[in-house]
T-cell receptor
């Protein structure tokens, strides 16, 4: 069966460090992978999209990698800040479907 | 610019009651979606509308109906609420049947069914 796996345990890091979140998938061949941020009591907010033929994408302090061989995406936040504390969701989009399937999300807590 | 607006924000129902959740977007998006989010389950697609006049079932449609009233509005109806439908419901919109477009979410309706 198709699965999207994100670490259910919260990631705790110190301010200024790089946070790395993982999204693994099985039995998918996604054309695109998206990352969203969700704050408590709010809806998800789109952050970044990476295509299957792209290895890496950057936006300010954010970096996403996409390894279709390992079936894994890594989401990095450099110089993390307490304001980065949130739940981060990955979403896969299989080519032609245009509707992403979401992972359960990983909570990030950045300590001052 | 409001984006995606959902009403109400909170609601408590008794088992068997009916209710309609409202969603409106002001981004001129073609596609709209209804998700539910439960602890440990992530976002699950209930119904979607690829364009005005069309609706399709998602992963968990049982117990729900939808109406795409016009391009802006997409409502979700619970005809006979059950405790298993206690959840947070999110509406989202997107540019449409084009891959690689992000979804824009509302802030959810928190629904409790007693």
């Amino acid at each position: 069966s198709q699965k999207i796996e994100q670490n259910s345990e919260a990631l705790n890091i110190q301010e200024g460090k790089t946070a790395t979140l993982t999204c693994n998938y099985t039995n998918y061949s996604p054309a695109y992978l998206q990352w969203y941020r969700q704050d408590p009591g709010r809806g998800p907010v789109f952050l970044l999209l990476i295509r299957e033929n792209e290895k890496e994408k950057r936006k300010e302090r954010l970096k996403v990698t996409f390894d279709t061989t390992l079936k894994q995406s890594l989401f990095h936040i450099t110089a993390s800040q307490p304001a980065d504390s949130a739940t981060y969701l990955c979403a896969l989009e299989v080519g032609g479907s245009y509707i992403p399937t979401f992972g359960r999300g990983t909570s990030l807590i950045v300590h001052p | 610019n409001a984006g995606v607006t959902q009403t109400p924000k909170f609601q408590v129902l008794k088992t068997g009651q009916s209710m309609t959740l409202q969603c409106a977007q002001d981004m001129n998006h073609n596609s709209m979606y209804w998700y539910r989010q439960d602890p440990g389950m992530g976002l699950r697609l209930i119904y979607y509308s690829a364009s005005e006049g069309t609706t399709d079932k998602g992963e968990v449609p049982n117990g729900y109906n939808v109406s795409r009233l016009n391009k802006r509005e997409f409502s979700l109806r619970l005809e006979s609420a059950a405790p298993s439908q206690t959840s947070v419901y999110f509406c989202a919109s997107g540019k449409g049947t084009i891959s690689n477009q992000p979804q824009h979410f509302g802030d959810g309706t928190r629904l409790s069914i007693l």
